[in-house]
């Protein structure tokens, strides 16, 4: 309800009606990763580990480049082969890995440790932060204050964001340290400074509640809770949507707060019927590949959309008669939230006739807004348009141009636009021999309709 409300599908369009069913279930989202970062210990970030890994995968892009858990597999195995050689930027790679569990990887905080202590003894200070977090928040080992502030002490000597980060925690929450809200912001400011997403949250919180400081500053809470927000941080994108209900640190309004929780939602459970559809898809079971990104897209899932669009285009299943059709209308969807490769497709629907009724006029028309985004597929179709008159005015300086912003915008386009150039020069040719044709002459030459 929430994304149908968000673009009027079906029901009246408004922005804090959309808000008004997001906010509960990203509330809910928020939850969860709160509730499993308390089981991560006091270290325990609530930026995103406990929900779903959701893997923004475009299959138009990724359909063609093998099994994914095939390649995670090589990819983990070259880098294990790497660190046990003795490499420590691969032993820091494959310990924060078993120390995470992302990416397909099994959690092991024994082996994680192992490979970490070897690449801290060797001196990487990315080792020496993530040991430093297992310590503290008891991950496989004793739970050790002070070993953790050993190790975020050597790693944030060099600087090291999450190591800076995890000082910051411990004189915040007071945890083996006596409690120092200066120092804490101190080291948050340096770890922020380096984009450290964690950091920026609790600047955000600390400046909420004027820890810290002589007066709190709402203006600066926001600011980091919105740099927090932009890399992905779940309360963080929680807090600058209530902030922009509410209009406190910044000016009242509905369209950020509504893209924010929208962005929330989609990374809890519900989302998970994305990430089901992509491990089917490279299953090769494309029937049911298709139905969990169906499902993605009526939660309003963009990727859902153009995923289960470009598999009806393509044929990958037998969907029946009106398998067109509904392609265009997901071609749609997507391409009204922002996916310019979708709008580029819905030109093509209506330029075809696929899914609906050929329309060169509307095709024209979704090309340009198409080029206003930069796309040089958009600008070269716009340019053969031109030259043929194709739902446009013939107009073949105004084609050479179009051909000539396309190759400027993307190198690749550098040979179909010399060829379309190529063909351009004899088409300007002939324009200008038969107007200077007899009449006799010219009514036997009339234009001859290429387009197909």
């Not at 090589?74 to 820091?92: C, P």
């Not at 994680?112 to 080992?141: T, W």
């Not at 006596?178 to 804490?184: F, I, K, P, S």
């Not at 969807?333 to 209506?350: H, I, T």
Request: glycine share 10%; charged share 15%.
């Amino acid at each position: 309800l929430g994304y149908r409300h968000t673009f009027g599908l079906g029901v009246p369009k408004s922005c804090w009606t959309a808000v008004s069913y997001y906010q509960p279930v990203a509330e809910a989202v928020v939850q969860q990763a709160v509730d499993a970062s308390k089981s991560r210990g006091p270290l325990g970030s609530s930026s995103g580990h406990g929900l779903p890994q959701i893997e923004r995968i475009r299959l138009n892009v990724h359909a063609n480049q093998g099994t994914k858990p095939d390649r995670q597999r090589e990819v983990l195995q070259y880098y294990q082969y790497s660190a046990d050689r003795g490499n420590i930027d691969a032993q820091t790679a494959v310990g924060t890995l078993l120390n995470l569990g992302t990416h397909g990887v099994s959690r092991d905080h024994s082996a994680a440790a192992h490979y970490l202590a070897r690449a801290a003894a060797a001196g990487n200070d990315e080792a020496m932060a993530h040991l430093g977090h297992m310590h503290g928040a008891g991950m496989g080992m004793p739970q050790d204050f002070t070993k953790a502030h050993q190790y975020f002490s050597q790693s944030a000597a060099r600087q090291n964001p999450l190591g800076l980060y995890g000082l910051g925690y411990l004189y915040l929450s007071g945890s083996g340290v006596e409690q120092n809200h200066e120092l804490a912001l101190k080291y948050f400011q340096q770890a922020a400074d380096q984009g450290d997403r964690d950091a920026h949250f609790y600047l955000g919180a600390m400046y909420m509640n004027g820890l810290g400081m002589r007066r709190r500053s709402l203006s600066k809470a926001f600011m980091h809770h919105f740099q927090a927000a932009q890399a992905g941080h779940v309360q963080a994108l929680y807090n600058t949507a209530v902030m922009h209900m509410a209009g406190k640190g910044t000016p009242k309004a509905c369209k950020p707060a509504l893209s924010n929780l929208k962005a929330l939602v989609e990374k809890g459970p519900l989302a998970a019927a994305l990430q089901a559809g992509h491990e089917a898809f490279f299953r090769g079971q494309h029937g049911q590949a298709l139905l969990l990104y169906l499902q993605a897209s009526e939660l309003g899932m963009e990727i859902g959309q153009s995923n289960a669009a470009w598999m009806l285009d393509r044929g990958f299943t037998h969907a029946g008669h009106q398998a067109a059709s509904v392609a265009t209308a997901l071609f749609k969807r997507s391409a009204e939230q922002g996916n310019v490769m979708s709008l580029l497709q819905l030109g093509d629907c209506y330029y075809y006739g696929n899914g609906v009724e050929q329309d060169w006029v509307r095709a024209s028309a979704i090309y340009y807004e198409a080029y206003k985004e930069r796309s040089a597929e958009a600008m070269f179709n716009l340019g053969y348009m031109h030259e043929y008159g194709a739902g446009v005015p013939q107009d073949l300086d105004l084609a050479r141009r179009f051909y000539g912003m396309a190759k400027h915008a993307n190198a690749d386009a550098a040979l179909p636009v010399y060829l379309a150039n190529a063909w351009l020069r004899l088409h300007e040719g002939w324009a200008w021999l038969r107007v200077r044709l007899p009449s006799r002459l010219r009514a036997l030459t009339a234009p001859v309709n290429w387009l197909f």
